[in-house]
């Protein structure tokens, strides 16, 4: 057996051997094929990246017909089980566990640079009271870049550690200053005592108690939602951050991009889209009536369906289990049992079945942000967070890459051929422009 692919041109009728190496051909490799010498070579068309394989990789690997996510090897249900938040964002950026002394130093490090200078305060001040949080927290991490110029330089590996150390540990307190203000209330300052998700928890939720306590089982929750959401491969988020990145732009403004690519309601911004439709839906005995809506293509069934996932996500396995946990502590969301109806009906019927349509990571994560306390505006925050640590590892193998250079797509071009300018006198009446 030859790993190649012969490949035959019937427009020429000339054959080309292209080398296969790690089940992928070379696109390049296929610009050799012509038809004359003016022929720039044939192309690969994939708008949306279906079938393309953007870069090599080490850090998480998904099998989505099998339903298997795994970070550096390590499968998600044991780190969702047994490791924490911390710790698994060393594993994503370091490539392995850290030994005892490696942990404390990390923690001691992410500890350390919480807080955030306080012109960045009144940048945040600067905004209307009801802004998304998440339109606060890309601006403010944009902005972050401002604060420490030396961020671009690229070629220090201590300077780009202490980007990444800087953006793990300000990200909670960026987020919980967006969601204060959206609500009116006085910032809460890091308290250093605290775990990364029980301070969180504490710039959040704390009024005017002099030492804010989280609920272990609450806090550990939330730690968890954070392991799930932490990386997740090529996704449209971490493209963005990889494509903007290219352009060795500092890794703080790369992840402004990021998260602008994750308020998006097909990505970060689905689990929110999922409460607003279980409100929507009011009640389980409407479910078959909104199921029939799904369809007939004139609803989409928000939390369910994955790019990659086609039997089940792991994490909304996970998640559900979660979910109990907590609503143990914080009473039964309402809008659990019209989710469960949902599943329940839709797993049945051929219309999900035949689309290989099953519940992702958002279909009950919102369910629980909304037990802990938080409202719908902030899920796509809560998901930015943890997220970072998967973007800057990304970024982090991206930059030392050295087949990566600027991402630059190619485009089938299907426009007007050259034409003269007209002037507009000369214009005569135009149909009306399609706003696009
Ligand atoms: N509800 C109803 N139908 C859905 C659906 C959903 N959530 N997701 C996909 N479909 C249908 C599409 O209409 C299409 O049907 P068709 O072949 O009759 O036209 C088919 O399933 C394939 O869908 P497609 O849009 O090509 O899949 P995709 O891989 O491009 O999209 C998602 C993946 C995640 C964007 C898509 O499933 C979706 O929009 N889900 C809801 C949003 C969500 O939960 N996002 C979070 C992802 S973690």
Redesign the pocket.
């Known amino acids: 057996m030859t790993d190649s692919l012969t490949i035959t041109d019937n427009r020429t009728g000339r054959a080309y051997e292209v080398p296969i190496t790690q089940g992928t051909i070379r696109a390049t490799d296929l610009r050799q094929i012509k038809t004359d010498e003016e022929d720039p070579g044939l192309m690969a068309y994939d708008p949306?990246f279906?079938n393309t394989a953007s870069c090599i990789s080490r850090i998480t690997y998904i099998d989505g017909d099998r339903g298997i996510l795994r970070y550096r090897g390590y499968p998600i249900e044991q780190l969702a089980t047994r490791s924490n938040f911390l710790e698994v964002a060393y594993l994503l950026l370091n490539g392995e566990l850290p030994t005892r002394a490696q942990q404390e130093a990390w923690v001691n490090e992410i500890t350390h640079h919480t807080f955030v200078h306080e012109n960045l305060k009144k940048f945040i001040d600067g905004f209307h009271y009801d802004a998304h949080p998440m339109g606060i927290l890309l601006s403010a991490v944009g902005a972050l870049s401002t604060f420490y110029p030396s961020a671009r330089n690229l070629n220090d590996p201590e300077v780009v550690h202490l980007q990444i150390v800087r953006l793990i540990a300000k990200m909670p307190t960026l987020a919980a200053f967006a969601y204060r203000h959206s609500i009116g209330m006085p910032y809460v300052h890091p308290d250093n005592g605290l775990s990364y998700a029980g301070n969180f928890l504490n710039m959040l939720f704390r009024v005017s108690e002099a030492k804010y306590t989280p609920n272990p089982v609450l806090e550990r929750a939330l730690d968890v939602l954070f392991i799930l959401h932490a990386d997740?491969e090529q996704?449209c988020s971490t493209n963005a951050m990889r494509s903007v990145g290219s352009s060795r732009v500092d890794p703080l403004s790369a992840t402004s991009a990021a998260i602008a690519a994750l308020y998006g309601?097909?990505?970060?911004?689905?689990?929110e889209?999922?409460v607003r439709m279980l409100g929507q839906i009011g009640s389980v005995a409407n479910v078959p009536d909104f199921l029939k809506k799904?369809?007939n293509?004139e609803?989409?069934?928000?939390?369910?369906?994955?790019?990659?996932?086609k039997s089940f996500?792991p994490r909304a396995s996970i998640i559900k289990k979660l979910a109990d946990e907590v609503f143990e502590v914080t009473g039964r969301n309402p809008l659990l049992d019209i989710a469960l109806e949902l599943e329940r009906i839709a797993l049945e019927e051929d219309?999900?079945i035949s689309?290989?349509?099953y519940p992702?990571?958002?279909?009950y994560s919102g369910l629980i942000y909304q037990a802990l306390g938080f409202p719908s505006n902030m899920f796509p925050v809560l998901f930015a967070i943890p997220r970072t640590s998967g973007w800057l590892s990304q970024w982090k193998e991206m930059v030392v890459d050295p087949e990566q250079k600027i991402a630059r797509p190619r485009q089938v071009y299907l426009g007007e051929g050259i034409r003269d300018y007209v002037p507009v006198e000369a214009r005569g009446q135009q149909k009306e422009l399609a706003r696009t």
């Open positions: 949306a279906m997740h996704n309601p097909l990505h970060g911004g689905a689990n889209a999922v799904v369809k293509h609803a989409k069934l928000m939390g369910f369906g994955h790019r990659i996932y996500d219309y999900f689309r290989k349509l992702n990571v958002d279909f």
